[in-house]
């Protein structure tokens, strides 16, 4: 073992005692910031996003919206049927020292027909990257992960773009004509697939907003413009199409509510320890309600809502062990009390089985790549190399640490 388990245990019994009191100041100052959202909540609106504007650079502060930042909504009914979508995404990164320079992406998809009986209809999609144009930014340089993970967030958007214009199935009893074995119609006896209307709701297992355009913001690189422009163009699908979509945060760790009522106080930077919203909003909801909605402070949040796609969130009591999630949607949803609706009773109906909803799980399960995935991708390029006269080797230093991360001793 290359841990040194004796070295690390005197700091893990400091990371301890550092987290309780942590902890304990924590439980201290939440009544305060609680009182203080309630402050915020009644001053005029004016006023309010005057404080918001005066904000130091520092905070990142939420944006009010047409709902009050203090209020609480109940969890509405679920509909009788409900399609559910999700995709996810993962990557294998390039590595210098492996026998080719590429890059793949990953993307599981799930399409399930809540109330039908059907079998959940799932789908991966692996793309290897290795074309020039892949492989080089505008710049000319290597392509790097903050474009690589651009890429494969607006892949998990187009797969939920492309579910959404696809067929709603579902199961309808008698005799139909099926497709069998090619293009011979044959009668089919019993249950069939057929197309049905249905609400559907798309969920990504992350945020909405592109981070890497985001970063890059300034730069306003080509690439990652163009990465956005399709990103963009699948959100109009979604929306065009009459779905929810909604990005699921579990665990998450922003602050910006905490800004907004700090900033409304007179406080920006917040008493010591900083707190984050999932704190507060879990001393604010009661189990399966939901907060206000709030407008995404990030730059990019503008051009998202040029394209009338402005990113809002909330949170939402899931009623499972981790309780709060952050849930972003764009303004055509918060804008629609259907789809509101939808995704509001459609996230937590899912959360009951597994904590998270059971469509991001499959998903995720769908997407991983795992090391042995990795081994198993080598050895194909490995071996196609090789048939094309290519030396199949990675370099000697990848080979150097194979050898050693096997944990195996060797004697002179």
Same mark, same amino acid.
């Given at each position: ?20 009191? =942590? ?31 005066? %904000? &130091? ?18 969890? &509405?009914?679920? &509909?009788?049927?409900? @399609? ?56 000319? $340089? ?16 187009? +797969? ?60 306003? @690189? ?9 990103? $963009? ?44 919203? =999932?704190? $507060? ?46 849930? +972003?949607?764009?303004?055509?949803? %918060? ?10 009773? !459609? ?11 059971? &469509? ?18 080598? !050895? ?24 050693? !991360? @096997? ?6």
């Amino acid at each position: 073992m290359s841990l040194d388990l004796r070295q690390v245990l005197p700091q893990v019994e400091s990371l301890g005692q550092e987290a309780a009191r =942590r902890a304990a100041a924590a439980s201290i100052r939440l009544p305060r910031l609680a009182q203080l959202l309630l402050d915020a909540a009644r001053l005029d609106r004016s006023e309010l996003e005057h404080r918001l504007a005066a %904000a &130091p650079a520092t905070a990142h502060p939420a944006w009010p919206t047409d709902e009050a930042i203090d209020a609480s909504f109940p969890l &509405p009914a679920h &509909p009788p049927r409900l @399609r559910l979508l999700a995709a996810d995404g993962s990557q294998v990164y390039p590595d210098r020292h492996a026998a080719a320079f590429f890059y793949m992406v990953n993307i599981g998809s799930i399409d399930l027909l809540q109330g039908s009986g059907r079998p959940p209809q799932t789908a991966t999609h692996s793309n290897l990257h290795f074309d020039d144009e892949d492989l080089r930014d505008t710049r000319g $340089l290597p392509v790097d992960t903050h474009l690589i993970n651009a890429r494969r967030d607006a892949a998990e958007l187009k +797969e939920l773009a492309r579910l959404v214009e696809g067929p709603v199935l579902s199961e309808v009893e008698g005799p139909v004509l099926s497709e069998v074995e090619g293009p011979v119609l044959s009668e089919v006896e019993g249950p069939v697939l057929s197309e049905v209307e249905g609400p559907t709701l798309a969920l990504l297992d992350n945020g909405l907003l592109l981070w890497a355009a985001s970063q890059e913001q300034k730069a306003a @690189r080509p690439d990652v413009q163009r990465v956005l422009d399709e990103y $963009l163009a699948a959100l109009d699908v979604l929306r065009d199409s009459g779905a929810a979509l909604a990005g699921y945060i579990s665990r998450p760790r922003g602050a910006n509510v905490v800004d907004l009522v700090e900033a409304a106080a007179a406080e920006a930077g917040g008493t010591p320890p900083r707190l984050t919203d =999932r704190l $507060l909003f879990g001393r604010h909801l009661q189990a399966h309600m939901r907060s206000a909605r709030f407008r995404h402070p990030a730059r990019i949040n503008d051009e998202f809502a040029a394209r009338g796609h402005e990113i809002q969130f909330f949170y939402l009591h899931t009623g499972a062990q981790d309780g709060i999630a952050r849930v +972003e949607i764009p303004h055509w949803v %918060a804008a629609d009390a259907a789809r509101m609706a939808m995704v509001h009773a !459609g996230i937590v109906e899912q959360c009951r089985l597994t904590g998270v909803p059971y &469509p991001l799980v499959r998903a995720h399960e769908l997407a991983l790549v795992g090391q042995d995935d990795r081994r198993a991708l080598d !050895g194909l390029v490995q071996a196609a190399l090789i048939r094309h006269g290519i030396s199949g080797l990675a370099s000697q230093k990848a080979q150097t640490k194979r050898w050693t !991360g @096997r944990r195996r001793r060797h004697q002179l």
